[in-house]
């Protein structure tokens, strides 16, 4: 089970990392009378799920690292 655990967090930092990036270029910024406007056209499913993924992998592998 605690390999399970380091698969899902190895897994879910990739993809963190990778949407991250992707989500990072899709925003752009503006400045607008001096105030700095960011506008987002990225898909925020992917990363959120990547994340869930690096949660639930680091879970796993603590919580069987303790028992």
Same mark, same amino acid.
């Given at each position: 089970?605690?390999?399970?655990?380091?698969?899902?967090?190895?897994?879910?930092?990739?993809?963190?990392?990778?949407?991250?990036?992707?989500?990072?270029?899709? =925003?752009? $910024?503006?400045? %607008? /009378? !001096?105030?700095? *406007? #960011?506008?987002? @056209?990225?898909?925020?499913?992917?990363?959120?799920? =990547?994340? $869930?993924?690096? %949660? /639930? !992998?680091?879970? *796993? #592998?603590?919580? @069987?690292?303790?028992?």
């Amino acid at each position: 089970m605690k390999a399970a655990g380091i698969i899902l967090l190895v897994i879910g930092l990739i993809g963190t990392i990778i949407f991250g990036y992707q989500a990072i270029q899709d =925003s752009e $910024s503006f400045n %607008l /009378l !001096g105030i700095d *406007i #960011t506008v987002s @056209k990225a898909d925020w499913t992917p990363l959120i799920i =990547s994340g $869930s993924v690096l %949660l /639930l !992998g680091l879970i *796993i #592998t603590l919580l @069987k690292k303790s028992k």
